[in-house]
């Protein structure tokens, strides 16, 4: 019997027409506390009462030996004064570009508020202590994961990744599972936090947090 002939292809989308209209509130000058830290945890907390969907998660910008630039969405799991904490596998594409050039970027886009916030900075590793802390608190399944995972890393099949889960968690039953010793967090320290609010006609308010040695300075953007 022949093959049964394809389905018809879907129709062309014109993405060039999706356009959202931005009209939720302005940011004014006068509405940011001094400290860029105490602002953005405002906005998480504005983002998670509004039920944002993974309103931790966020796009980190790294760039390699070639300076050939990649992303991709990582979880923040820490914010203070030393800045943004995410946690990976030493052994990933992320990691070896961090190892080349610590400068990196993030960002955290929050549609149900039309607000966005770009952080530049410098990353430096965790210490196994805050790891540590951090890897105890996940569920047994990523914990397994992480000791299983090559991160980054060309592997022959799905099959041989559920392969190694399974020997992983057959081999950590009835244990604890402990921190593998390739796998840690960085905390970001930024040099600048902007705070994007979308705005009508595209004339969003953007203003930025500058670290001048142990001050910031707030400057306002042009759209």
């Not at 923040?76 to 050039?101: C, H, I, M, Q, W």
């Not at 607000?115 to 105890?136: C, M």
Request: glycine residues 8%; neutral net charge.
């Amino acid at each position: 019997m022949p093959p049964a002939d394809p389905s018809p292809p879907p129709p062309p989308i014109d993405v060039a027409a999706l356009r959202e209209e931005y009209t939720l509130r302005q940011l004014r000058r006068r509405d940011l506390d001094p400290d860029p830290i105490a602002q953005f945890n405002r906005w998480l907390a504005e983002a998670i009462q509004v039920h944002a969907r993974e309103p931790n998660a966020m796009s980190l910008a790294t760039v390699n030996a070639t300076g050939q630039p990649s992303g991709r969405i990582v979880l923040l799991k820490g914010v203070g004064p030393a800045g943004f904490l995410f946690f990976t596998n030493y052994g990933s594409r992320k990691a070896a570009d961090l190892e080349f050039n610590p400068r990196a970027g993030l960002n955290l886009f929050w549609a149900e508020l039309e607000r966005q916030v770009a952080i530049e900075g410098v990353a430096r590793k965790a210490s196994r202590e805050e790891a540590d802390h951090y890897f105890r608190t996940r569920p047994l399944a990523s914990q397994l994961g992480a000791w299983a995972s090559h991160q980054s890393q060309i592997v022959p099949s799905r099959e041989f990744i559920e392969e190694s889960l399974d020997k992983v968690a057959a081999g950590f039953a009835g244990k604890t599972v402990p921190l593998p010793p390739f796998w840690g967090g960085y905390w970001l320290e930024p040099a600048s936090i902007e705070f994007w609010q979308g705005g009508p006609g595209r004339i969003h308010d953007r203003l930025r947090y500058t670290r001048e040695g142990t001050v910031w300075k707030i400057d306002r953007l042009s759209p």
